[in-house]
C-alpha cells in the first residue's frame, strides 16, 4: 500500500507548485484585462493591450526587447554552432575542454553584468588598456559598450552566456552524426566544409532552431541583465513591466500585467515551434516520415 501510494506523495509539491502557478496565471491574465476590484477597476477591456502597443515609451520597450533577444540568440547560435563544429573537428567533445565550455553556463547573470561593466565600461579594464596604449586621449573617448540605447553591453553579456549553452546542446548530436554520416561522406569524396553544410548542419537544424528559441524566450524575459547594463531610455519588457508594476498609482498595475502578457504570448508561440520541431526530430530518429 505504501508503495502505490509514494509516487502520488512525491507528486504533491509539484501539484501545489503547479496551483500556485495557475493562480498567479490566472490573477495576472486578469489584471492586464484591468480587472481589479479593489483599485475599483471591474470593467474587462484590451485598452491596455492596445496602450502597450501604440504608446511611444512602451512600443519603444518591446521593439528593443525584441532586438535585443533576436540579436543575441542569432549571434550566440551562429557562434555556437561554428565552435561546437570545430570541437567536433578536433575531436574535444569530452573531458577538460567541455568543462571549460560549461563554466560560463553556471556563472550568475548578475556576476557576468560585473564582469561586463568592470571590463566594457569606459572605465573599465578595455578602455585603461586603450588610455594606456595610446589608442584614446582619454577614458571617456571609449566607446559606449554598455549603458548604450542600442542594448550592445547586454548583448554581448548574454553571448557570453548563451554561446556555450548552444554549444553544450548541440555537441552530442553533431559529433554522433559527424562520427557515423560525416565519415561515409568524406570516404565518399566530400570535403569536411561540404560535408558539415550538406550533411551535419541540416541533420542538427532542429536542435539547433530549438536551441534558438530558448535563447530567444529567455532574452526577452530576463531582468537582470537589461536592469544592470540597460540605457536609461529604452527599457527592456521586463524592467518597464517592474516600473510600471511599482508605480505610487495603482491603477498602473494593468500595464504591469500587459506588458507579462505579451511576453507569455511570445513565449506561448515559441514554445509551439519548439513543441512541433521536437516532434519532427523524434519523428526522424524513429525513422517515420
Not at 532586438?67 to 575531436?91: D, E, K, M, W, Y
Not at 559606449?144 to 550592445?152: H, K, P, T
Request: charge should be positive; glycine fraction near 8%.
Amino acid at each position: 500500500m505504501q508503495r502505490k501510494l509514494t509516487p502520488y506523495i512525491l507528486l504533491v509539491p509539484q501539484i501545489v507548485l503547479t496551483i500556485f502557478f495557475l493562480i498567479g496565471l490566472i490573477t495576472g491574465i486578469t489584471q492586464s484585462l484591468g480587472v481589479i476590484p479593489a483599485f475599483g477597476l471591474r470593467e474587462p477591456t484590451l485598452f491596455y493591450y492596445k496602450e502597450i502597443l501604440t504608446k511611444p515609451d512602451m512600443v519603444n520597450s518591446v521593439l528593443y526587447s525584441l532586438r535585443i533577444a533576436l540579436f543575441s540568440a542569432l549571434f550566440s547560435t551562429a557562434a555556437g554552432v561554428l565552435l561546437c563544429a570545430l570541437l567536433v573537428n578536433g575531436c574535444r567533445t569530452k573531458g577538460k575542454m567541455m568543462r571549460i565550455v560549461q563554466l560560463p553556463i553556471i556563472v550568475p547573470h548578475v556576476v557576468v553584468a560585473l564582469f561586463a561593466i568592470n571590463i566594457c565600461s569606459q572605465n573599465g579594464l578595455l578602455a585603461r588598456l586603450a588610455y594606456a596604449f595610446g589608442l584614446i586621449g582619454e577614458q571617456q573617448q571609449f566607446p559606449a559598450l554598455i549603458y548604450d540605447a542600442g542594448g550592445f553591453g547586454i548583448i554581448l553579456a548574454y553571448l557570453w552566456k548563451e554561446i556555450p549553452f548552444i554549444i553544450y546542446f548541440v555537441i552530442a548530436l553533431m559529433a554522433n552524426i559527424d562520427g557515423k554520416l560525416g565519415e561515409a561522406a568524406v570516404n565518399l569524396g566530400a570535403g569536411k566544409v561540404q560535408t558539415f553544410l550538406r550533411v551535419t548542419l541540416p541533420l542538427c537544424a532542429s536542435t539547433i532552431s530549438s536551441g534558438f528559441l530558448i535563447i530567444f524566450v529567455f532574452a526577452l524575459g530576463a531582468y537582470e541583465l537589461p536592469f544592470i547594463l540597460g540605457a536609461t531610455t529604452p527599457k527592456a519588457l521586463p524592467v518597464q513591466a517592474y516600473i510600471q508594476y511599482t508605480h505610487p498609482d495603482l491603477r498602473n498595475r494593468p500595464y504591469a500585467m500587459a506588458l507579462n502578457g505579451l511576453i507569455i504570448v511570445i513565449s506561448l508561440v515559441c514554445a509551439g515551434l519548439y513543441f512541433i520541431l521536437m516532434t519532427r526530430s523524434q519523428k526522424k530518429l524513429a525513422g517515420k516520415k
